[in-house]
Nanobody, 122 residues
Framework: QVQLVESGGGLVQAGGSLTLACAFSGRTFWNYAMAWFRQAPGKEREFVAFTTWNRNTNYADSVKGRFTISEDNSKKMVYLQMNSLKPEDTALYYC????????????????WGQGTQVTVSS
């Protein structure tokens, strides 16, 4: 059973930076795609970024050039470095995992963390 725990959220001013972390436990890290999604109040959950077991990455257009997803296989950690944050980045950010597959759709991922709140003030 995969367990995911996010950390690193907080309150930051527009233009600032935050790094989110996701700790993966329960099974081998190999062959998993790891993703970040976010959900703002009153909105649908949306894709942010994913990274695959062979280090392919993909980003939502809204964060491309500002966010970077990375992983540390030895520590079973996934990170989301967020720069040049905007008020519209305010959301609950979720880490998700999918074994042997990857994509931008939430239903591809069968393991989810509880989320970490990111609030960007203007």
């Amino acid at each position: 059973q995969v367990q995911l725990v996010e950390s690193g959220g907080g309150l930051v001013q527009a233009g600032g930076s935050l790094t989110l972390a996701c700790a993966f436990s329960g099974r081998t890290f190999w062959n998993y795609a790891m993703a970040w999604f976010r959900q703002a109040p009153g909105k649908e959950r949306e894709f942010v970024a994913f990274t695959t077991w062979n280090r392919n990455t993909n980003y939502a257009d809204s964060v491309k050039g500002r966010f970077t997803i990375s992983e540390d296989n030895s520590k079973k950690m996934v990170y989301l470095q967020m720069n040049s944050l905007k008020p519209e980045d305010t959301a609950l950010y979720y880490c998700a995992a999918a074994r042997g597959k990857s994509g931008t759709q939430a239903d591809l991922y069968n393991s989810w963390g509880q989320g970490t709140q990111v609030t960007v003030s203007s």
